[in-house]
Nanobody
């Protein structure tokens, strides 16, 4: 069982920056994609940014050019970070880290393709 621990989040003004990180507690060598999803009040959860195979990145159109996902691995600990710049009020949501196995490119931003989820961390952007 893969356990994901999220850190970061919090509050920022419009135009500000925040950084999220997610560490996997178990060996994730059987997973191929890891990334971030978010859910705003009253809305469905959506894919934000995902990295697959340690290199290929996928972003929601709404965050392209503002968010950057990166991945690092040290002593079998797999960590994914999300640098969020030029934040907008519409970025306010609960952000979840997720990872999964055998995820295709077509499903990279599809939450149903992901089996393992973190508890979530709140991001609030004030106008």
């Amino acid at each position: 069982q893969v356990q994901l621990m999220e850190a970061g989040g919090g509050s920022a003004p419009t135009g500000g920056s925040l950084r999220l990180s997610c560490a996997a507690s178990r060996n994730t060598e059987n997973t191929n994609c890891m990334g971030w999803f978010r859910q705003a009040p009253g809305k469905e959860r959506e894919g934000v940014a995902v990295i697959c195979g340690g290199r290929a990145t996928y972003y929601a159109d709404s965050v392209k050019g503002r968010f950057t996902i990166s991945q690092s691995q040290d002593n079998a600990k797999n960590t994914v970070s999300l640098q969020m710049n030029s934040l907008k009020p519409e970025d306010t949501a609960m952000y979840y880290c997720a990872t999964g196995k055998r995820i295709t490119v077509a499903k990279a931003l599809d939450e149903e393709a992901y089996a393992y989820w973190g508890q979530g961390t709140q991001v609030t952007v004030s106008s």
